[in-house]
């Protein structure tokens, strides 16, 4: 609409602050956290694997969250770097979620003491017996492993607690130059957010089985966890407004804005895992062939369907239309759909290498995902108990408002 | 040609702001007309609404045609490598799906984005060589920083004096009869 007719949202009746909702969202997510490590420390010690397979459960559950966070850093970055008016009321929930980044840097703990359960290339006595480990050893030894992820974690917990603190002290101050300091740093940001997240994921996840490789994993990664985080992001907003919070300041067209990235992702996620597909099947090489073979056999077979039609055809086909996006109560029940399938996903990466042909589902895989789920909604929810829920003094707050998709 | 070979066509209404044009163009909408339009040098949020125009149908229009092009492209590529010419390629089966799916994406794009631009041109009526709002001297200002409502004579709830009035009621600043 013209700027200069349009009447401004008087946002003094909204509500912004979470309240009374925090200690009780703190509590709950705290109790199914609680509820989630009881579980995971009674089926473990049960277990007579030396723990392997809670390693592995765990790996999934740590690296679907930690994709999340990453995703909303990515968001704020990029709002910053395109210099972005339209989600200006959306990032302080995306700066809330990649806060958590320094969170999960402690929750990584027992993916380092599992590393020997979890990659085989971390064993010296297969290491000599493997020429090709041998010839990675450089790279993939696990002093260096450690190194960099204390690099990663470093990188990603000082964005973002950088993004989050300074967009704070601009609700104190509401200094514009903050804002111009935010997007100067964006650049270099997104670079090291680029070379930390594909590594991150070559590290963690594509080593699992050292002997395959695929250059476009670290973007087939990146894509999942930008489309997981999409998914969450409308479904905070609109627990946020059931709830009596941002009822004017998020509109219908930041729903539909939310709804077409998830869209975008949904399409380019489908994009890159095709690419990887297409160039392994097409060229047929056995080395880069088995890592599909496993999992097109047995029961791994129905899981790749599963994310073939659950992860793209389904959602592409609920989200295509204007119709959905544009009413909340619609819009989050594929993203609800799309965050299962995210972690369907991460499954499928990680699980077919320690379980050829068969579908290893535990009850450890949901007793690690509530753990770290309640840990990491706690953790959320405890940083913004007094914070307010948008970005109220960022120079651009009226252009978010009264954003309209043309 | 002399005056008295002119035919009254329409009638054209000035106005000065957005705010003005979004009030009027609801006035002539739950006036019951239909043959009219609005023109703005910049696309106008709420006008749509304020004109009562109907959800487009070209979504629809462009999702058939690219799944037309998806299962045209697909058929093509099975009739050209397993029926019409079998030819082994680097030991792979003659048809299959993976190895069709680029070029049936390319071509859902491909035909997708064409029946988006022919269907929109379709849609809206165009290429339209010739409307009477041309012979007013003042609409090239529609270009530029006037807002203009025009309804157009064959409407048939247009009558010369009322629909003036109410185009006068509403806030133009002028109202001009459109002849040729």
Redesign the interface.
């Known amino acids: ?2 700027p200069m ?1 349009s009447p401004p949202i008087d946002l003094a009746t909204e509500k912004r602050h979470l309240g009374e909702l925090a200690p009780m969202v703190i509590k709950v997510a705290l109790a199914i956290g609680v509820l989630g490590i009881a579980g995971t420390a009674w089926l473990a010690y049960g277990a007579h694997d030396g723990g392997e397979r809670f390693y592995r459960s765990y790996l999934v559950a740590f690296v679907y969250f930690l994709s999340l966070s990453l995703g909303a850093l990515f968001f704020v970055v990029l709002q910053h770097l395109t210099h972005s008016g339209w989600s200006v009321v959306l990032r302080r929930m995306a700066e809330a979620v990649a806060a958590n980044l320094p969170v999960l840097a402690v929750l990584a703990l027992p993916v380092l003491f599992g590393l020997h359960h979890l990659y085989h290339w971390s064993d010296p006595e297969v290491v000599a017996g493997d020429h090709l480990l041998q010839g990675k050893a450089g790279y993939l030894n696990v002093r260096f492993f450690l190194i960099r992820m204390a690099i990663y974690f470093a990188v990603w917990a000082g964005l973002s607690r950088y993004y989050f603190r300074t967009s704070l002290r601009q609700d104190e101050t509401g200094d514009p130059g903050l804002t111009l300091k935010m997007e100067r740093l964006s650049g270099p940001a997104i670079v090291l957010y680029a070379v930390t997240q594909t590594f991150a994921s070559f590290d963690l996840l594509m080593s699992l089985d050292a002997h395959w490789f695929s250059t476009i994993y670290g973007v087939y990664f990146f894509a999942g966890s930008i489309l997981g985080f999409f998914a969450m992001l409308p479904i905070i907003f609109y627990l946020l407004q059931r709830s009596g919070r941002l009822t004017h300041s998020v509109t219908t067209e930041h729903f539909h804005d939310m709804g077409k990235l998830a869209f975008a992702f949904t399409v380019f996620w489908a994009y890159i895992a ?1 690419s990887q ?2 160039l392994i ?2 060229s ?1 090489m056995p080395e880069e062939t088995g890592w599909y073979l496993r999992r097109q056999q047995g029961q791994w077979a129905w899981v790749s369907l599963t994310l073939l039609f659950g992860h793209f055809v389904l959602p592409f086909l609920a989200l ?3 119709y959905p996006k544009r009413r909340r109560g619609m819009i989050v029940v594929p993203t609800m759909w799309i965050l299962l399938m995210h972690w369907l996903d991460i499954y499928w990466l990680v699980m077919p290498e320690a379980s050829e042909g068969r579908v290893p589902f535990s009850l450890l895989d949901l007793t690690c995902f509530l753990a770290l789920g309640g840990v990491f909604v706690a953790a959320a929810a405890h940083r913004m108990r007094r914070r307010a829920l948008v970005c109220e003094k960022d120079p651009r707050v009226a252009e978010s408002l009264r954003f ?1 998709n ?1 | 040609m002399t005056g008295s070979e002119k035919q009254l066509r329409g009638l054209l209404a000035e106005f000065g702001s957005t705010d003005v044009l979004l009030r009027a163009a609801e006035r002539v909408r739950d006036a019951g007309y239909t043959r009219w339009d609005a023109h703005t040098p910049f696309p106008v949020h709420g006008l749509d609404e304020a004109m009562g125009l109907k959800t487009t149908k070209l979504s629809w229009f462009v999702m058939a045609c690219g799944l037309c092009g998806a299962g045209g492209g697909l058929l093509m590529q099975w009739w050209m490598n397993a029926v019409d010419y079998k030819y082994i390629i680097s030991g792979k089966p003659f048809f299959s799906i993976p190895a069709s799916i680029p070029v049936m994406f390319e071509i859902t794009i491909l035909v997708s984005a064409l029946a988006a631009f022919v269907g929109m041109l379709a849609f809206n009526g165009l290429p339209e060589l010739y409307h009477v709002v041309f012979t007013s001297r003042r609409f090239v200002r529609a270009t530029n920083d006037r807002f203009f409502i025009s309804i157009e004579s064959a409407d048939p709830k247009f009558d010369a004096v009322t629909t003036a009035s109410l185009l006068t009621s509403a806030g133009a600043a002028v109202v001009e009869p459109l002849e040729d």
């Open positions: 609409m013209n007719v095709f597909f297409m099947w097409y047929n295509i239309s204007r309209e043309a």
